[in-house]
């Protein structure tokens, strides 16, 4: 799967993505924004934020981040920061979730919201997440894995190749992600139409070598 990819879908998708994709997403992205900005002052970044549907629901006293990879996407975030006066947004900005431009240990708590299965390298985007993550913070993901049911998964590995072109792994097992990502999930929970979706919170466990 290619960047290209993903960014020429997002571009297609960009004008019509709040009606698609608005509704359907909206409990999971309320919950996880719930679990990761739980106490005040805290720094918080959103990886992925596409056109700003989830900062509404971020507490008044937070600073929010929000990155992505689409500029059309992201120009509709910042139309709905200054509509909808959200202080609370520091800053919003074009930028790739596989090379963050951030130093160390930034971020109390980071969210990414259906975009694990959409980056290039899945393990490549959840390092940059650790890094710029603080020890102990929180990061939190909601996303598609791959079905536990039998015909739903035989679906998925049909489409995979298909889904590849438009910048979207629809064959993404939970376990493979979880090693690759090396997160560690301390709740994994259903989330969503028929909990087809997942939400895990994880804590940022780092090794004595990041901490430098």
Known sequence: MDLRDTIRTYRLFS???????????????????????????QRILEAGVGTGLSLPYFRPDSEVTGIDVSAEMLAKAERRVEEQGLKHVKALHVMDAENLEFDDNSFDAVLALYVASVVPSPARFAAELR???IPGGTIVLVNHFTSENWALRFMEKRLAHLARHIGFHADFPLEDFLRASQFKAREIRPSNLF????????VNEKSASNLV
């Open 131 to 133: 890094r710029v993550c």
């Open 195 to 202: 909990g087809y979706w997942r939400l895990l919170r994880c």
């Open 15 to 41: 004008g019509s993505y709040d009606f698609i994709f608005g509704p359907v997403f909206h409990p999971g992205r309320k919950e996880a924004v719930r679990v990761a900005n739980d106490r005040p002052g």
